[in-house]
């Protein structure tokens, strides 16, 4: 049996398919937009679009890491270009959010990940630590969780160190008996490695893994490897 205590888990791609999740959740957007605001629908789907995420990201530098908040900047600006008033725009920039806030949690979970999330829950203190901004108990699997910790609430995106060590304090365990698994080398084993946790790739797409500093300790393909891989840690 390993000595690890807890598991941080990282959300997209390595529990669902985030593209095909965003995908369908900025469909369910547009298609509100077009029902309800369609000026503020050809402003979105514009070049103009662009310019106004640029200058909602330079007027609040210190929410940069926090995708709701931006995204419904942007949809506030768009529209109150479409002829709004503010009022009348922030209420709808609100519920336009909140129809894609609504598919962004709406994931299909990989195969087994509900089963295993269940199996380790049962042996270890589980968080989640991710760069964006789905929601676990929306996401309807936040029963196995301890807490969760983000990019927006901790103003950083991993592989920052920042990451780690909020999500080390906040479950009050050491580096130590740690273990980090997520898909992506950068993100979440480099990140891992340099905070001094254990690290476990989910190589889901069988791709080759480079050496040096993002090595991890263990590499799994299919999520219901992970239980045996975090024993034999
Ligand atoms: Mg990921």
Redesign the pocket.
């Known amino acids: 049996m390993s000595d690890i205590q807890l598991v941080t888990f990282?959300?997209?791609?390595?529990l669902w398919d985030?593209m095909k999740t965003i995908v369908r959740a900025e469909k369910m957007l547009r298609a509100w937009m077009s029902e309800n605001t369609p000026r503020a629908l050809d402003i979105y789907l514009s070049d103009a679009a662009s310019r106004i995420r640029e200058e909602v990201v330079a007027q609040y530098p210190e929410q940069r890491f926090d995708l709701s908040f931006l995204r419904t900047q942007v949809l506030f600006h768009c529209m109150r270009e479409s002829g709004l008033s503010d009022a009348r725009a922030e209420a709808a920039a609100q519920q336009a959010f909140e129809v894609f806030f609504v598919g962004r949690n709406d994931v299909a979970l990989f195969d087994n990940a509900r089963s295993v999330l269940a199996e380790l829950s049962a042996s270890y203190t589980l968080f989640a630590l991710?760069?964006?901004n789905a929601n676990i108990d929306r996401a309807g699997i936040g029963e196995f969780f301890s807490g969760a910790v983000s990019s927006a609430d901790v103003g950083a995106s991993k592989p920052d160190l920042l990451m780690f060590t909020t999500v080390l304090d906040r479950a009050g365990v050491g580096a130590d008996r740690a273990v980090h698994i997520?898909?992506?080398l950068s993100?979440?084993i480099l990140g891992a490695n340099q905070a001094g946790m254990r690290s476990i790739w989910f190589n889901h797409r069988g791709e080759f893994s480079n050496d040096g500093e993002s090595q991890p300790t263990a590499e799994v393909h299919e999520l219901d490897q992970l239980p045996n891989a975090i024993a034999a840690l």
């Open positions: 990282d959300l997209d791609n390595t985030v991710t760069n964006g997520g898909d992506h993100d979440d």
